[in-house]
């Protein structure tokens, strides 16, 4: 940035109506997705609002969320933003290590959420939802997001955390998460140790989190079979100066991958219900689907649910209607320049996925529940960082695939068995805002009943090695990694080893730039499960 240009820089224009001392608080508190979507309204795609004495920076649409996104963490801090998160992670955990500290204990989670232990996850999560329906019977009611938090805490607990989480310490570990969980409130953004209950609960909480995680290491470390999980994983990682992980450290790691696994899930997995139970026609499309692929008792495996197109598509636009975070946070570090404007050190700037994916201009008629506004011909997130629902850039969620693996399997099981209606007038089921994650307003009642008419035409075979069978043409395609997207995942690597190469690091090579048209698929699909999108395919 220039001389010239910075001074000729403007502020961002501001919200009327800030108050002394609390600023904008009270019309943001009361729902902040209305507020800031009548930011934009006002001001545009940049414009400024006042939490107590907090200045907040909101930029909106593609052009704004790149230049979030994409700013680098000595610009944009996120560590300072997600404050919030150190009394429930641990003090040196993640967002409050230093950097370099912090990207080695991230890469430490990525083994965990890598291709091998997703096979096993799959699994786990058709058992689980087996299991949690067993008792349902003909028909029935139940409170459809109670249902999917236990069934996404028992899944996540499952494959993350292992065994003893999930069928020994059950009852106690759904509480102490419970009470971890409600200490995100938007409260203790602004003050984190405030000395209310809420906030004791959840100290109390990962106290007695972290002793059961010391217990559980030592009787591991007696045990000589060793567990696959991405616990296990934790126990045995070394950061680069060859130290392991404290057992702090490890709760600290345990309770991230879990808040990525599961704490998102449960509203989006209870929303597909209740928009496909709004919108019929949708359903009928999923419904048949799932029969195509699974009909009564085909087996759910991993390799079956990674293509489930129309199912995506209706995944992708529930996260457009419903992202879970509504808003997220960074601190300005070093000025940020965006168009004319500079946003000053010191200020907080935020983008909200939710009012981003509502823009006519994008999303045309954006609140209408329309999944294939994602197929191919018409791509309406064409544009870099239109559909941002797990965020973007470097910081993209790394549970992202873990989360889709999640929602399929959860829903191959559930809709093959039953159908579901709504209890209430479809208008009355809405997102609450008053929680730091959006999710469906309790209370969520959904009927179900026992389906009979599951129709298998022909079953779906589901090739394991279909990308061996691409038709080989003469040309070839080009690979172009951005690779400050890139974040060491390796997803890449297991869907076209003859390309990628990841060391133990997670630094990646590519082994052919412009590799034969046989390779077409693989590449492709690397590109699509490649968690931050940091592979683009060239066919030009
Ligand atoms: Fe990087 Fe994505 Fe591969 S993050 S290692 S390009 S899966």
Known sequence: MTEQQSS??????????????????????????????????????????????????????????????????????????YKVMTPIFGKGVVFDAPPHIKDQQLKMLMPGLRDKPMRTYSKIIVQEVEEAIKGWGETGEI?????????????????????????????????LYHDLEKGMHPIAFIFPYLPIPILRRRDKARIRLQELVTGIIEKRARKTEKSDDAFQMLIDTRYDDGTPLSPHEITGLLIGTLFAGHHTTAGTAAWITLELARNPK???????????????????????LREIPIFERVIKEVLRLHPPLIMLIRKVAKDLHFKDYVIKTGKYVCVSPRVSHRIAEIFPDPEKFDPDRFTKERQED??????????????????????????KAIYAILLRRYNFELVESPESYQDDYTEMVAQPGSPCMVRYTKRTNIQQDKAATINENSAANTESKPNCFKVEVDYDLCQGHANCMAEAP?????????????????????LLKKAQAAAKYCPTSAIKINQD
């Not at 961002?12 to 800030?18: C, D, L, S």
């Not at 939490?51 to 700013?71: D, S």
């Not at 499309?285 to 008792?297: A, I, K, N």
């Not at 239109?386 to 693996?405: P, Q």
Request: aromatic content about 12%.
């Open 143 to 175: 409170d459809l997001l109670d249902f999917m938090k236990q069934l996404t805490i028992y899944t996540s607990s499952h494959c993350l955390l292992g065994n003893e989480f999930r069928y020994e310490l059950n009852e106690e570990f759904s509480q």
């Open 282 to 304: 949708e359903m009928e499309r999923v419904l048949e689907e799932f029969d195509q692929l699974y009909g009564h008792d085909g087996e759910v495996t991993f390799q079956s």
């Open 382 to 407: 064409a544009q870099p960082f239109s559909w941002v629902a797990f965020g973007g850039g470097r910081h993209k969620c790394s549970g992202n695939a873990f989360a889709m693996l999640q929602l």
């Open 498 to 518: 003859e390309i990628f190469q990841v060391d133990d690091k997670g630094l990646l090579t590519v082994l052919q730039e412009a590799p034969d048209n046989t």
């Open 8 to 81: 000729t820089s403007k502020q961002p224009p501001k919200m009327p109506g800030a108050l002394p001392l609390i600023g904008n608080m009270l019309k943001f508190g009361k729902n902040p997705y209305e507020y800031m979507n009548m930011l934009r309204s006002k001001l545009g795609e940049i414009g400024e609002f006042r939490l107590f004495h907090q200045q907040m920076i909101l930029l909106t649409g593609p052009e704004g969320n790149e230049a979030f996104f994409r700013a680098p963490d000595a610009q944009l801090d996120q560590n300072e933003a």
